[in-house]
Structures are given as C-alpha cells and as structure tokens.
C-alpha cells in the first residue's frame, strides 16, 4: 500500500482512537484490530480499484504505442510525461477513494460493535477483537 496512506490511516486511527477514549466513561473500551493488509488484498471493492488503475494504464499506454511511429521522438516524449501526470493523478484519485471507503467501513463496523478504539494489527502485540473481515464485508 501506498505509504502515504498508511500515514493517513495511522494518523485517522490515532485521532479517532484518542476522541473514543476521551468519551469512555468506563474507561474500558472495546479495542478493534485491523489487518490493513489483508484488508487491500481480499477486498473486491480494492481489488475493483485496482482493476480500474490497471485499465487506464493498458489505454494510456496502448494510445503512446499507436501513435509513436507518426509522432517526432520530442513529441513522444511530451505524450509519454503528459500520459505519466494523468495516470499518476488517476491513480491519486483511487488511492483517496480506497482510503475514504476504508476509513467509512471501520467506522460503521467500530460503531455497530462498540468499539472504543480500532488499530493495526502490526502494531498489537496481543489482545483485541479483530474486525477486516467486518470491514471487508462493509467496503463490498
């Protein structure tokens, strides 16, 4: 996964994670688990995403190589970084809509389970209740 991403999921779960916290009265939350990488690899809402990427790269890429040999090297050139910006930002644009989809289905599933705090399973040595397969079956 992008690393920007996981710096703003870190960073989402630490600010929501310090917000239910501070609304415990019991001061005992229910703490989720998250396989974020489980999550991108079995997710056929990511997996659509990807597939998505995958398509505008395939056009991008096959409309340089139709038009490479009417074209002088220069302009292919130009052609090659213009379509390289583009698929960068389509890229761009998936990444933040896998990142809002995510963000959106750990927060249904946190709420529907009572769950105070949600974090990374990398980052858990032991304890909590593991909620991807919920927020799989949220992001479908």
Do not use: W
């Not at 946190?110 to 909620?131: C, F, H, P, R, W």
């Amino acid at each position: 996964m992008n690393k920007q991403i996981r710096i703003a999921l870190v960073l989402v779960l630490v600010f929501v994670a310090g917000l239910a916290l501070a609304g415990c009265n019991s001061g005992q939350a229910a703490i989720g688990v998250l396989d974020v990488n489980k999550v991108m690899s079995d997710s056929p809402k990511i997996k659509q995403f990807q597939d998505q990427l995958n398509v505008k790269g395939k056009e991008l890429s096959d409309q340089l190589e139709k038009d490479k040999a009417s074209i002088s090297a220069e302009e292919f050139q130009k052609r090659q970084e213009t379509a390289y910006g583009e698929f960068l930002k389509t890229k761009q644009d998936l990444e933040t809509q896998i990142d809002t989809n995510i963000k959106q289905a750990i927060e249904q599933v946190s709420q529907e389970k009572k769950m105070g705090v949600v974090l990374y399973k990398n980052s858990v040595a032991t304890g909590g209740t593991d909620i991807t397969d919920a927020v799989i079956q949220k992001m479908q």
